[in-house]
């Protein structure tokens, strides 16, 4: 399996613009998660998906942020308009509940800068 | 408020000596903890993981220890090498296959 995909690696973009984000998850992995890394705090959750389904999306930072999940292989995270201090790493990763517990798989991530 | 707390950003060991890296949590109903690692550029990998009814959790040079009662868990790495050089994130969830709640991270140099 190739692991979780996401896409752009990269992206610079200018204040004010639309910014869509975009994740692959694992083939039969039915949670799927977004997170944002920033230096000050960390590896931080925005939302989760189960079985397609948002579960909770309490750690959006604002109205700004929006994210979909349209089928089970494809997930985007919409920032409009994007703002400087949305500056980040985010990561996506799924899991398969195989048990009670499981570890997620996390992407490669995209590095956002927002200028 | 941070639930899960690694109060050392960066730790240097020397190659083929013990590393320990520390985590605390405070939210009692975690029972499932795990060890990420980040390589720069990468997104971070699962490396062990400890369930809360253990203490001890072995996987080659890699060891958790969790102590419930102090709500503190650690990890060590014996024999350091220095591709163990990396970021290692500290995460918790409980029943019902939560999500994860991680770290800061704490930044991992071994010096050959």
């Known amino acids: 399996d190739a692991g979780v995909i996401q896409s752009p690696r990269h992206e610079v973009t200018e204040m004010g613009q639309e910014v869509t984000l975009r994740c692959k998850p694992i083939s039969g992995h039915n949670s799927l998660f977004w997170y944002r890394q920033t230096m000050m705090r960390g590896l931080e959750l925005l939302i989760y998906f189960n079985n397609n389904v948002p579960i909770d999306d309490s750690g959006m930072p604002e109205d700004r942020f929006s994210a979909k999940m349209p089928n089970a292989s494809f997930s985007t995270l919409k920032i409009q308009p994007s703002e400087p201090r949305d500056s980040a790493v985010y990561f996506c990763a799924s899991s398969f509940p195989k048990t009670l517990n499981t570890e997620a798989f996390f992407g490669q991530g995209t590095r956002l800068t927002v200028v | 408020d941070q639930q899960v707390k690694q109060n050392s950003p960066s730790l240097s060991v020397q190659e083929g000596r013990i590393s320990i890296l520390n985590c605390d949590y405070t939210?009692?109903?975690?029972?499932?903890f795990l060890w990420y690692k980040k390589y720069p550029a990468e997104g971070p990998t699962f490396l062990i993981s400890i369930s809360s009814i253990k203490d001890k959790n072995e996987d080659g040079r890699f060891t958790v220890f969790l102590n419930k009662s102090a709500k503190h868990l650690s990890l060590h790495i014996v024999p350091s090498q220095p591709g163990d050089s990396a970021v290692y994130f500290c995460?918790?969830?409980?029943?019902?296959?939560?999500?994860?709640?991680f770290g800061k991270g704490t930044r991992l140099s071994v010096i050959a």
């Open positions: 995460a918790a969830s409980y029943s019902g296959n939560t999500p994860l709640v």
């Open positions: 939210n009692s109903m975690f029972d499932y």
